[in-house]
């Protein structure tokens, strides 16, 4: 089972069982401020056991329940702002046979104090039962309002790939204005996420349309593709970054390890950019602080307007990009961000020696190269276009590096030594 703030995710009946869920949404109950959570599912098998043990959950701990039932990730986070809480059943990008829960606190996902009492172990007592209510969304009516009407039409094909977005994305894109084809509506013909997946059927589908959107299970994440090709998950967020600054918005929030081509998008068009932690709620957390309008972490093509949900929201985004379809806008941002390159890897690590390892691989570095900044593990400033991030996993029991450059060959070099001294670094510490 893997815990972080951005939720729990388990292989269901394995190491993510009822018991587990019960004991996570009665802790969950006791920080919802209101005695209210509304709560929706992706389209995983699991989900009829799962949603049944989280309701009770629930209930039981007086918490009042406001079922939207399938639901995409971003549409709950968006009823969270009248309720006060919500949950999500979902393991987002994962394969079928894991499932999870996203918490969402106040309309954000929990920080680490409120997540810690989440997983906690002892059990709440008993009170009242609270009630189990069906909804519906004014997500789409909404988020027309923010985008505005799309008057030239545009022809788009949309993968939903089996996932929650199979209602919400085409009917969203229908009111803007934009003509739709829509593939694998209720079929898991493709893998659960697109940034991996290869999009075969869009991707040849994408050359008789303007633009074709992907979307993983419960529709937060979003890959674009474009003339027969499958753009980069950072190219997906400085397209959205784009519109944003098309819409006025000035001051954003990026993760640590988004590609240095959207900064340097955002500060030649007038913004101001503000880094944080790898991990959406991070990214939420410092947006909060920062009052940042917009932004997002490259890795997942993850844009968020805080305006109008404080999550990554893959449904939204493929409105806005829409929206800009018959620009040269598009052109010059998939340009600027194709003339980096992003390298990443992984080393199985168990969690218990990352601290360790990333104290002693610092010290190896600054000699290497100087420059650190070790705001979530150790980031490396080569040049003004090459960088290098060690950061351990959220989820995983491994070690993430991440390398970026305007040269595929010093990419490859930098790559190549990090690695080594990562692995040194590992060998020491066992």
């Known amino acids: 089972m893997k815990k972080s703030i951005s939720g729990i995710r388990g292989i269901f009946g394995d190491d993510l069982i009822l ?71 979902t393991s987002s990008h994962n394969p079928l046979n894991w499932n999870g829960i996203k918490f969402i606190i106040n309309g954000r996902g929990p920080n680490e104090r409120e997540f810690s009492h989440i997983l906690r172990e002892k059990i709440q007592k008993r009170i009242k039962f609270g009630k189990e209510y069906k909804i519906t969304s004014n ?3 909404d988020a027309v309002r923010i985008i505005g009407k799309i008057n030239h039409s545009p022809k ?18 229908k009111k ?22 290869n999009l075969i059927q869009l991707v040849s589908a994408s050359r008789k349309y ?52 959207v900064e340097k998008y955002i500060k030649e068009h007038g913004g101001q950019v503000i880094r944080s932690k790898v991990g959406e709620a991070n990214v939420i957390e410092t947006m909060i602080k920062q009052n940042c309008q917009a932004g997002g972490e490259g890795s997942s093509g993850g844009f968020i ?22 620009k040269k806008i598009i052109d010059e941002v998939i340009e600027l961000v194709s003339k980096y390159y992003q ?11 990352h601290d360790k390892i990333l104290l002693s691989l610092k ?7 100087g420059k650190i900044i070790d705001m979530d593990g150790i980031k490396i400033i080569v040049d003004e276009d090459t960088w290098a991030l060690v950061r351990k996993s959220n989820t995983e029991d491994i070690l993430r590096i991440s390398i970026e450059s305007n040269s595929l060959q010093k990419a490859q070099q930098i790559q190549k030594e990090i690695t080594i001294l990562t692995k040194q670094s590992y060998e020491q510490a066992k």
Not at 180 to 197: A, L, M, Q, W
Not at 224 to 252: C, I, M, Q, W
Not at 343 to 353: D, F, G
Not at 363 to 369: F, G, N, V
Request: proline letters at 5%; glycine letters at 10%; a positive charge.
């Open 19 to 89: 018991p587990d869920v019960l004991r996570f949404c009665r802790n969950f109950a006791m920080t919802i401020p209101v005695k209210k959570c509304v709560i929706g599912n992706d389209t995983r098998p699991s989900n009829h056991l799962m949603v049944g043990a989280a309701i009770a959950g629930l209930l039981e701990s007086g918490i009042n329940v406001y079922n939207l039932g399938t639901a995409p990730t971003p549409v709950v986070f968006r009823e969270s702002r009248k309720y006060g809480a919500g949950l999500v059943i």
């Open 176 to 197: 803007l204005g934009c003509q739709i084809h829509v593939i694998n509506e209720k079929s898991f013909k493709r893998g659960p996420d697109p940034t991996t997946d």
């Open 156 to 173: 788009i094909i949309l993968d939903i790939g089996g996932g929650a977005a199979s209602s919400t994305a085409p009917e969203l894109l």
């Open 305 to 326: 307007l805080p305006k109008f949900n404080m999550c990554r929201d893959g449904i939204l985004t493929s409105g806005l990009i829409a929206s800009m379809t018959g």
């Open 363 to 369: 010290k190896k570095l600054e000699q290497k190269y």
């Open 139 to 141: 997500y789409v009516r």
């Open 210 to 261: 303007d633009i074709g959107f992907a979307f993983d299970l419960d529709g937060d994440r979003l890959v674009v593709v474009r003339n027969g090709k499958k753009l980069s998950p950072d190219t997906t967020l400085a397209l959205g970054v784009s519109k944003a600054l098309e819409l006025g918005y000035k001051k954003f929030c990026l993760s640590i390890d988004t590609s240095i081509s």
């Open 343 to 353: 390298l990443r890897t992984k080393i199985n690590v168990e969690s218990v020696l």
